[in-house]
């Protein structure tokens, strides 16, 4: 029976006993966006659906499609971020950008790894992706909200 694909999306909140969970959402990865915060749980929740499969070695079907969710879902995003961060004049979009496209060749290269059967390989890099993605949230991200919040104060 097919698993039912939202019920996979793991978050803090729905904690599940038999599930591995490499990154836990926390309030200070909040950046004050609405709509962004909302992006960056599922991110996180993909991540995390990614490494369970991994751990729990689902089969390469599951991965795959995962991949291909997290992909899609990450130039979305990035692409949101993007059009705010031109929207409100930040100085910092060009090294932001640059950021966002390093994030995007690594799962690429991430991908082929492991449709190349290099799983460890691809499970490194996994483990890579998530520290950074936290790291670009917490840093970067939370920069564009402070600025972004000041500038809508100002015109407001
Ligand atoms: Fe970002």
Redesign the pocket.
Known sequence: MPSDKRGRMKTSEQPGAAHMYLITWNARYAIGIEEIDDHHRHLVALLNTIYDDFVNQAPNRNLANVFAELASYTQYH?SA?ESLMRAYGYPGYGL?KV??DQFVERLETMREQFCNGRRQMSFDLLTFLNTWLLS?ILD??AD?GRFIASNHRMTA
Do not use: G, N
């Open positions: 990035f971020e932001h950021r966002h670009h970067a991200d564009m």
